[in-house]
C-alpha cells in the first residue's frame, strides 16, 4: 500500500523529472539515512556536498536548537545585528586572503552567483561575462545564464545577453576576457561538468588576465568549498585568489544558506545608487548562520584536510581494473569515470538496492558522483568502495 505522504508526493509536490529517487525517509544521522519501511542507506554523496559533517551533527544540532530560543527572523538582511551572522561572517573572513573580508549572506547557490554576478556589473560598470563550458551555477535566470550547457539554457532563452563560453582550462579561453567584461566566473573544480579540476598554470593565467582587463574573477566555490576538496577552499591549491568567492551547500551543516565575499571596497557599490538596491528578505536566516558557525567551528577544529586526503587515497587504491576509465578529483570531491552510461546506471542502481547512495553529475552520464560525508569511518568508507567496484565488475 501505498503511504499518504508518498500518494502526496506523487500528486502535489512538483516534479523535477520522470524518476525521483523516491525514498521515503524517517530519519537521518551521521552517514546514514534512514527509510521509513525501515532501510538504511549510506549516503555516499552527502545529499549532493552537503553534508560534510554528516546528517545532523551534534555541534550543528545544538547550535540551532539554542538560537531557536533566542530569534527566528527579526528583520530583512542587513539592518539589525544579529550575531549569528557578524559570527559566523567573522570567523569566515578570519580563514580568507585580505581582500576577502566582507560576506553578503543569501540563501541559496544560485542566489550567491546571482549577486556576485550583478555585484560585478555595478563595481564595473561592465555588463558582459566570461563562462565555461560545462559549468555548472544554478538554476535561476542570472546563473543560469552562465551555466555551460545549451541543453539547460535553451529552454529558457533569452537570457543574460553578453556572455562568452570558453573552453575550460583551455589557453584560448583568455581572448575571452577583454576591457568589456565585468567578470569571469568559474568553479576551480567543475563539479556537475564531470569533476574536471582547472590546470594550475590555466588558472595563474585567466587571473592574470582579468588584472590586465580590469574584470573581476567569481569562483563559485559552492562544491568545492569547506574541505571537501581537502582544502578549506579549493582555490588555496592554486595560489589563485578570486575578487569574489561564492558559497552555499556544506556551508551550513544541511541548513539553507549561500555566501557571496568579497572586499569592503568592491561591496561600496551595493550601499548607494540607489541605497538598497540589492536586498534579501531571509538571507542570513539566523537558524542557518547558527548552524554554518558550529560548522565552520567543527571544520576548523579537526584535521578535516586528512580526512579528505585519506578518502581521495582509498578510493584511487580501490577503483581500478576493467570498467574503470579514471577516478578524478580532489579530496572527497571524486568522480569515478566508467566505460560507459549503460554501465554507469546498472552500477548506480546495484549500489542502491544494496543501501548505497550514489549518483551521476548533472552534464554527464559515465560518471559517477563519489563524495561521502568527511567524517566517515574507515570501515564504512572501505566497504562502501568495495560494494562500487564489486558492482562495477559484475556489469561490465
Ligand atoms: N554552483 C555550483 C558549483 C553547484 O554545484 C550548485 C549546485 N549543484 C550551484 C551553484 C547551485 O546551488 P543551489 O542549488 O544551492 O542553488
Request: charged share 20%; hydrophobic share 40%; aromatic share 8%.
Amino acid at each position: 500500500m501505498i503511504s499518504p505522504d508518498r500518494h502526496a508526493f506523487e500528486r502535489h509536490i512538483a516534479q523535477t523529472s520522470d524518476l525521483p529517487m523516491g525514498l521515503e525517509i524517517s530519519h537521518a544521522g551521521g552517514c546514514f539515512i534512514h527509510t521509513t519501511d525501515g532501510r538504511t542507506f549510506t549516503d555516499f554523496i552527502s545529499g549532493i556536498a552537503v553534508s560534510s559533517l554528516g546528517h545532523r551533527h551534534p555541534e550543528v544540532v545544538r547550535a540551532i536548537q539554542e538560537q531557536l530560543d533566542r530569534h527566528l527572523h527579526v528583520m530583512v538582511y542587513g539592518e539589525f545585528i544579529q550575531a549569528p551572522q557578524s559570527r559566523f561572517a567573522a570567523l569566515l573572513c578570519e580563514q580568507l586572503p585580505p581582500n576577502l573580508d566582507r560576506v553578503y549572506l543569501v540563501n541559496s547557490g544560485t542566489e550567491a552567483n546571482e549577486g556576485a554576478l550583478k555585484l560585478a556589473k555595478k563595481y564595473t560598470g561592465r555588463h558582459q561575462f566570461t563562462a565555461f563550458h560545462n559549468s555548472y551555477h544554478g538554476d535561476t535566470h542570472g546563473s543560469l545564464s552562465v551555466t555551460g550547457r545549451a541543453v539547460y539554457r535553451d529552454p529558457y532563452e533569452p537570457l543574460l545577453p553578453g556572455v562568452t563560453f570558453a573552453g575550460f582550462n583551455d589557453p584560448g579561453a583568455l581572448e575571452a576576457i577583454h576591457t568589456g567584461t565585468a567578470a569571469v566566473i568559474l568553479e576551480p573544480i567543475q563539479g556537475e561538468g564531470g569533476i574536471i579540476p582547472a590546470e594550475k598554470e590555466w588558472l595563474i593565467s585567466v587571473r592574470k588576465r582579468c588584472d590586465e582587463t580590469g574584470s573581476l574573477l567569481i569562483f563559485d566555490e559552492i562544491q568545492s568549498g569547506f574541505f571537501r576538496t581537502g582544502t578549506l577552499f579549493a582555490f588555496e591549491q592554486y595560489g589563485v585568489v578570486p575578487d569574489v568567492l561564492c558559497l552555499a551547500k556544506a556551508m551550513s551543516g544541511g541548513m539553507p544558506m549561500g555566501a557571496f565575499v568579497s572586499s569592503s571596497e568592491i561591496f561600496e557599490v551595493f550601499k548607494s545608487d540607489p541605497p538598497l538596491n540589492h536586498v534579501t528578505t531571509f538571507g542570513g536566516h539566523p537558524l542557518s548562520s547558527a548552524a554554518a558557525f558550529a560548522n565552520l567551528n567543527v571544520l576548523l577544529g579537526d584535521d578535516f584536510a586528512q580526512k579528505a586526503a585519506n578518502i581521495e587515497h582509498q578510493a584511487r587504491e580501490v577503483l581500478q581494473g576493467e570498467g574503470i576509465l579514471e577516478v578524478r578529483g580532489r579530496g572527497a570531491m571524486l568522480g569515478l569515470q566508467l566505460m560507459d552510461s549503460d554501465l554507469t546506471r546498472k552500477v548506480v542502481q546495484d549500489c542502491f538496492e544494496k543501501g548505497l547512495i550514489l549518483g551521476w553529475t548533472l552534464h554527464s552520464n559515465s560518471l559517477i558522483r563519489l563524495a561521502p560525508p568527511l567524517i566517515i569511518e574507515n570501515d564504512l568508507l572501505a566497504k562502501s568502495l568495495h560494494l562500487i567496484k564489486q558492482a562495477v565488475t559484475l556489469h561490465c
